[in-house]
C-alpha cells in the first residue's frame, strides 16, 4: 500500500509516518499543499491523507482541484477543525473520510483500511481465493484456515493481487507497491519475489497454482475454480 500524507506539523506527520512504516505502507510525505495537489496527481497512491490547515493553500483547495483534474484517489481528511459544516464541507468536496485531531492511532489505521478496502472493492477485510486468505488487516496469509509465513515482500505482492484479483498486474506496479519510487531495485527482482511466493503457496496447497503468468504483461492471482479476468489499463 503507498499513502501521500501532506500535513504541515513536523511532529504529527512524524508520528503518522512511523506508524504506517510500522505496518510496512510506503509512505511520502509533504508539508505544502501544492506539492501535495502536484504530487497527488503524478503519482497513483492508494489513499490521500490531507491536513486543511496548509502554509500555502488550505487543503478543501488542494481537494477540489484534485477532484476538478479528475484524480479519483480516496482522501481522508485530517484536520483540528471539528465542526459539522467543515466535515460536510469536506465530504462534499469528494472526501471519502474525515477524522478530527486529535487522534487514535487505531482508529486512524483502521480507517485507512477500511477506506482502501472499499476503493478496491472489497468491504471485508479478509480476501478469499480458492483455499487462499488473506487479511489485509492483519496482513497474515491462510491456507485452509493454517498460517503461511511470508516475507513482507512477498505479503505486499500477494496483497496487490488479491486486492485486483483477475487483473493482470505489470512488474512496474508491484515496484510502485512495494518501493513507491524509493530506491527501485530492477524488475526482474518481482520475479524472484514471484517465484518464492509461488513455492510458498504451492507447499501449503499440495501444487495448486494460484499465480498465474501472463507472458509480456505481467502476473495475475486466479480462483482455481476460474473466473474471467480484467486488464489494467
Known amino acids: 500500500m503507498r499513502i501521500l500524507l501532506v500535513e504541515d506539523d513536523a511532529a504529527t506527520a512524524r ?3 512511523i506508524m504506517l512504516k ?3 505502507i510506503v509512505v511520502d510525505v509533504t508539508d505544502q499543499g501544492e506539492d501535495g495537489l502536484e504530487i497527488g496527481k503524478l503519482y497513483d497512491y492508494d489513499l490521500i491523507i490531507l491536513d486543511l490547515m496548509l502554509p500555502d493553500i488550505n487543503g478543501m483547495e488542494v481537494l477540489r482541484r484534485l477532484r476538478d483534474a479528475r484524480v479519483e484517489t480516496p482522501v481522508l481528511i485530517l484536520s483540528g477543525l471539528g465542526e459539522a ?3 460536510v464541507k469536506g465530504l462534499g468536496y469528494g472526501a471519502d473520510d474525515y477524522l478530527t485531531k486529535p487522534f487514535d492511532k487505531k482508529e486512524l489505521l483502521a480507517r485507512i483500511q477500511a477506506i482502501v478496502r472499499r476503493s478496491k ?3 471485508q477485510s479478509v480476501v478469499h481465493t480458492g483455499r487462499l486468505s488473506v487479511n489485509m488487516d492483519a496482513h497474515t496469509v491462510e491456507v485452509d484456515g493454517s498460517p503461511v509465513h511470508l516475507t ?3 505479503y505486499g505482492i500477494l496483497e496487490l493481487l488479491s486486492m485486483r484479483k483477475g487483473t493482470t498486474l505489470t512488474k512496474e506496479m508491484f515496484l510502485n507497491h512495494l518501493y513507491g519510487g524509493m530506491d527501485e531495485p530492477e524488475l526482474k527482482i518481482i520475479d524472484v519475489f514471484i517465484c518464492k511466493l509461488r513455492k510458498k503457496l504451492s507447499n501449503a496447497t499440495g501444487g495448486v497454482n494460484y499465480i498465474e503468468t ?3 504483461r505481467g502476473y495475475v492471482l486466479r480462483d482455481p475454480d476460474g473466473g474471467g479476468e ?3 489499463t
Open 15 to 17: 508520528s503518522i509516518e
Open 22 to 24: 510500522t505496518e510496512g
Open 85 to 87: 459544516e467543515q466535515k
Open 121 to 123: 472493492g472489497h468491504a
Open 152 to 154: 513482507g515482500k512477498e
Open 214 to 216: 501472463v507472458w509480456g
Open 230 to 232: 480484467q486488464t489494467t
